[in-house]
């Protein structure tokens, strides 16, 4: 499985529609999503980003989703480009294969150099 995290939050777009207009576009959205989950795709979760939370991002908003292949999340990818998603909120993304401790921490003790964050 590949786990796939968005963060975001609303530019002014978003704030500037009105709310027939943004409930109209999340209708719509819906549906991609219905589509997504009947293909195999599992929503871990959507929610609000708790402001108490320590050493909290700038984002308020985060989905967790389980892709079956790496290919199927950048069709998804994909899909929110052509949506105008990024028209109406500022996002980053994370990603990676579905795993446990040991994998990552290896990589971590194993570091020769930082490498570049691409944002």
Known sequence: MFVFIECWKARQEWIDL?????TAYMAELGKGIQSLVEAGVE??????????????SKFDYFAIWKFPTREF??????IVEQSGWYTYFDQVNLGGEEGMPDACVGHIINL??????VV
Do not use: A, C, H, M
């Open 18 to 22: 009105k709310v027939e207009e943004r």
């Open 43 to 56: 929503i871990v979760t959507w929610s609000i980003n708790d402001p108490g939370i320590s050493r909290r």
């Open 112 to 117: 020769q150099k930082l490498e570049e964050t």
């Open 73 to 78: 999340s950048k069709q998804f990818e994909q």
